[in-house]
């Protein structure tokens, strides 16, 4: 909790920049192709001189403070309910705390990525009708999480935090990366909205700014460091059934890493893009 109040004079200290002078995307790629043998799970194996496989491993969130129902009236709201039907819904505001990693081959380099959200959780009580005849009431709790209010993540590496980004889910159009998503979104119109939900992540990693952007058209993660675009992540595609066509096939992940980048350099790139991925669950679903 002291690391999220700390966290959050940075962001009273600091504002993204209004333009950022981002390198020609002209860049020389190698490729790296990330196999998942099972594309239910967040396995990767891949080739490179640092690190051969990698896995993204989360944990249930965890409540900042406990979100507590007044019991008061929950008795009014069961009688509306299963005379009704209606679902009645309460809230209660809860600081989300989700702790999540990276795994390797090389112990040395996993990460602890562990990620701040406000956010609250939803109580909603539906009647059901019971194998006797009789009614009753069903009491469901979701856990939601605001990101477009603001959210903090946190890189840590041997015990030693080496990067920080916050969460913006609007980068088309936030000024913010104005230079940086011209890249990003080519020759597409930012001001049309996005068909599913984008985020960005930006913020400094090794002491240099580090700027991801999440283009949901093309399905691919922008990355940016110290403003000069270094890499394109390409994620995923899950098999889909196509009407009355054959199954479309499961399409690999591959990264596009610049030449110029050290191997060190290209190891952080491998690690960033699958804690884009990692947003990318949290905040889409897949």
Known sequence: MKRFLVASLIWLCFEIPATVQ???????????????????????????????????????PVQMKEAQFKPGGDIVRGAITIITGIGIGNSQPVDWYLPAGIRTNNPRLDWITDWYCPGYIEKERTRVTNSDGSKSVETE???????ERGALGYIIEQGDTIGWHYVSMFPRSDSGFI????????????????????????????????????????????????????????????????????????????????????????????????????????????
């Not at 043998?37 to 249930?60: M, W």
């Not at 709790?141 to 990101?147: E, L």
């Not at 691919?220 to 899950?238: C, G, L, M, N, T």
């Open 22 to 60: 981002a390198q020609n995307p002209a860049v020389d790629f190698d490729t790296i192709k990330l196999t998942k043998t099972d594309p239910q799970t967040e396995f990767y194996t891949f080739a490179d001189s640092l690190l051969q496989n990698a896995r993204i491993q989360s944990s249930a």
């Open 141 to 147: 709790y979701y856990n939601v999480f605001s990101w």
């Open 179 to 286: 230079s940086m998503r011209e890249i990003a979104y080519k020759e597409q119109s930012w001001l049309k909205p996005a068909k599913q939900p984008e985020f960005a992540l930006w913020g400094q990693f090794t002491g240099i700014d580090s700027y991801l952007i999440y283009n949901a058209d093309e399905n691919q993660v922008y990355i940016f460091r110290q403003h000069e675009f270094v890499a394109i992540y390409h994620d995923s595609k899950p098999p889909q059934m196509v009407l009355f066509k054959r199954k479309k096939p499961y399409v690999q992940p591959y990264l596009l890493v610049s030449r110029e980048l050290s191997v060190q350099e290209r190891a952080d790139i491998i690690r960033l893009a699958l804690l884009s991925k990692h947003m990318k669950l949290m905040i889409t679903g897949n």
